[in-house]
């Protein structure tokens, strides 16, 4: 062994364990999911309001009326989030309803998701207790990620 490698041995060998984390439990799964915000844009052209009514609860429509671009990147943002819930339940042989996951904004404006019906009971079922969620626009692209614990 060179010097340099037991120099690096001898270093690597005397570093304290580290410790992991404990404020977070264990992930179980993870979904992300990326749309394009014009995209959201493009199908509500194709389809109409109803398109939306079939895939946001009437909170979340409300919740993103505050102007055309901030609109269009919330509800691009919230698909992105269902979607990458719906991922971690297919993921487990789950059906997930559009509408039974909600993407909500807590106090500070920090998204959260509130699930209802089917969607509910399936998350119970596979033993997830939290999910916690986490969405980001830039360059015309909307992507969530979710974490499920």
Not at 11 to 17: D, E, K, N, T, W
Not at 73 to 92: D, N, P, T, Y
Not at 96 to 116: C, D, F, R
Request: aromatic content about 6%; overall charge positive; charged content about 20%.
């Amino acid at each position: 062994m060179s010097s340099s490698e037991r120099m690096a041995h001898s270093s690597v060998a005397h570093m304290p364990a580290i410790q992991p984390l404990t404020i977070m439990p264990a992930a179980q799964a993870i979904g992300i999911d990326l749309v394009q915000i014009k995209r959201m844009q493009e199908i509500h052209q194709r389809w109409g309001e109803r398109i939306l009514v079939r895939l946001f609860t009437a909170q979340e429509r409300h919740a993103c009326q505050n102007g055309a671009d901030y609109r269009w990147r919330s509800l691009a943002g919230r698909f992105g989030a269902k979607e990458a819930v719906k991922k971690i339940l297919a993921s487990q042989g789950e059906i997930a309803g559009w509408t039974e996951i909600e993407i909500l904004n807590g106090t500070y404006g920090e998204p959260y998701i509130k699930l209802s019906g089917r969607t509910q009971v399936a998350l119970e079922r596979l033993g997830y207790t939290r999910l916690m969620l986490s969405i980001s626009h830039d360059a015309g692209i909307a992507i969530a990620s979710v974490i499920a614990s």
